[in-house]
T-cell receptor, first 118, second 114 residues
């Protein structure tokens, strides 16, 4: 069965520093996608970044990058130059990349609460 | 701004009642998924609709049901509410982007069952 593990319940980081949020996953499917979402206190889940299991390079989106280590089944999120507005809950999620009508449901981890300090 | 909206934002119900939550996604998003997020947990998949048909279901009882309409709106219905149904309910619409689907979420509906 698919599973996402986020072992850091909470993290502190100083403004302008980089921070890494850990995510490990478990799946027997050869084709899958990994996502990171940000959830502020308002509740909306904001899509940050995506990594496909066959992608050769690590995904980057502005200040966000995904450190994808397939052999170790890890997909850590790196946020560079942290800002106060980055304070939020961060969720790692996985989806089987089954086409042909299969359900594209997301499996989420339990999240990491990031607090950026001035 | 994802363009996905949900209503109402907050709702209080009592045990045994029925509730309908609504979601409106952007034109062109032909898939909508619903998730339940209990306090302190990650979202749990309830079900997904593709072109108005249910296209997969998570581990939720039949009293959780849904509809998707041709105008890209959808509903989540929950009958015989239980205290454990108190949660944030999120809908997400899907858009194929660069060869894969990314789910874009709405702001959620916070349901409290007393």
């Amino acid at each position: 069965a698919q599973k996402i593990t986020q072992t850091q319940p909470g993290m502190f980081v100083q403004e302008k520093e980089a921070v890494t949020l850990d995510c490990t996953y478990d799946t027997s499917d050869p084709s899958y996608g990994l996502f990171w979402y940000k959830q502020p206190s308002s509740g909306e889940m904001i899509f940050l970044i995506y990594q496909g299991s066959y992608d050769q390079q690590n995904a980057t989106e502005g200040r966000y990058s995904l450190n994808f280590q397939k052999a170790r089944k890890s997909a850590n999120l790196v946020i560079s130059a942290s800002q106060l507005g980055d304070s939020a809950m961060y969720f790692c999620a996985m989806r089987e990349e089954n086409y042909g009508g299969a359900t594209n449901k997301l499996i989420f981890g339990t999240g990491t609460l990031l607090a950026v300090q001035p | 701004e994802t363009g996905v909206t949900q209503s109402p934002t907050h709702l209080i119900k009592t045990r045994g009642q029925q509730v309908t939550l609504r979601c409106s996604s952007q034109s062109g998003h032909n898939t909508v998924s619903w998730y339940q997020q209990a306090l302190g947990q990650g979202p749990q998949f309830i079900f997904q609709y593709y072109r108005e048909e249910e296209n997969g279901r998570g581990n939720f009882p039949p009293r959780f049901s849904g509809l998707q309409f041709p105008n890209y709106s959808s509903e989540l219905n929950v009958n015989a509410l239980e205290l454990d149904d108190s949660a944030l309910y999120l809908c997400a619409s899907s858009l194929v982007l660069a060869g894969h689907e990314t789910q874009y979420f709405g702001p959620g509906t916070r349901l409290l069952v007393l």
